[in-house]
């Protein structure tokens, strides 16, 4: 039977049989044709390693000096005013401006000072000495003022008789280390009064908080005059006695190595 004897209906369904044939043998080069090809992977940027530190930059930075810091620590103050000086002039009021007037003059010699009191509060005899040794002061002095006297009264610690044993000192032994210091500070201190012309009186005493104080500690007790008791508060008395106690301090300062 010859194709053109073929009807159009039977041309069609021959030319699609064969078209099904050729279709599995064509497609898989056809898609390799079409397929696009992948992009070649790129390098990936690898992280900076961080530059290795000199020994110059890790060595630790060393320790300032420790600073020469003298604590003040005014008496009395809020609801315990101290002794009546006349003329209602109270201990606690002219130990906080005497306090006051002394940090001026050390500020001037180039000494740091911190006050423990700097208003009219109350703070227990406890807690002056634990701010006091918290601070790592270099030299404490307590001031206090009184009458039956006239001048001023130094005083260095006084410990008990019995030396502490054992690890850790008690309490009331905190001293035991800085006495011959705080005795030496004392006579400074006397010795200058006398070279101003005021009079003065060094004693030995078990004032608190002198021997709960870690460092060299002594007290300064302005005395008043039962003939004229408000000399106590005036400018003149309380200049001269600081000036003496700050020329003391800083030759102490001197003394043990500090600039």
């Known amino acids: 039977m010859r194709w053109t004897s073929w009807t159009p209906k039977t041309r069609f369904a021959l030319f699609c049989a064969l078209l099904i044939c050729l279709v599995p043998i064509l497609a898989p080069a056809w898609q ?5 090809q992948s992009a070649a992977p790129q390098p990936q940027p690898q992280p900076e390693t961080p530059a290795q530190a000199t020994p110059q930059e890790t060595e630790a930075p060393k320790p300032s000096p420790p600073e020469f810091l003298v604590v003040i620590d005014p008496g009395h103050g809020g609801d315990d005013h101290g002794a009546s ?3 209602q002039t109270m201990e606690k009021d002219v130990t906080l401006s005497f306090a006051r007037l002394l940090r001026w003059e050390l500020g001037n010699r180039g000494i740091a000072v911190r006050l423990l009191r700097e208003s009219d509060v109350s703070v227990s005899l406890e807690r002056r000495a634990e701010l006091a040794n918290s601070l790592h002061e270099a030299l404490y002095i307590a001031i206090h003022a009184g009458d039956a006297g006239e001048g001023v009264r130094v005083y260095a610690p006084l410990l008990p008789s019995s030396p502490p044993s054992g ?3 008690p309490w009331e032994a905190a001293q035991s280390d800085s006495l011959p210091r705080s005795r030496a500070l004392a006579s400074a201190v ?3 009064l006398t070279k101003a012309q005021v009079e003065v009186a060094s004693l030995n005493s078990p004032l608190r908080p002198l021997n709960n104080i870690v460092a060299p500690a002594i007290a300064v007790e302005l005395a ?3 003939d004229e008791p408000r ?3 005036t400018p003149k008395f309380q ?3 600081a000036l003496a106690v700050t020329t003391a301090i800083a030759k102490s300062r001197s003394q043990a190595g500090q600039p």
């Open 85 to 87: 000086l006349g003329n």
């Open 32 to 36: 390799i044709e079409q397929e696009p």
């Open 231 to 233: 000399t106590i508060a």
């Open 239 to 241: 200049n001269s006695v």
């Open 224 to 226: 008043a005059s039962a």
């Open 167 to 169: 690890r850790f000192l």
């Open 190 to 192: 006397a010795a200058e």
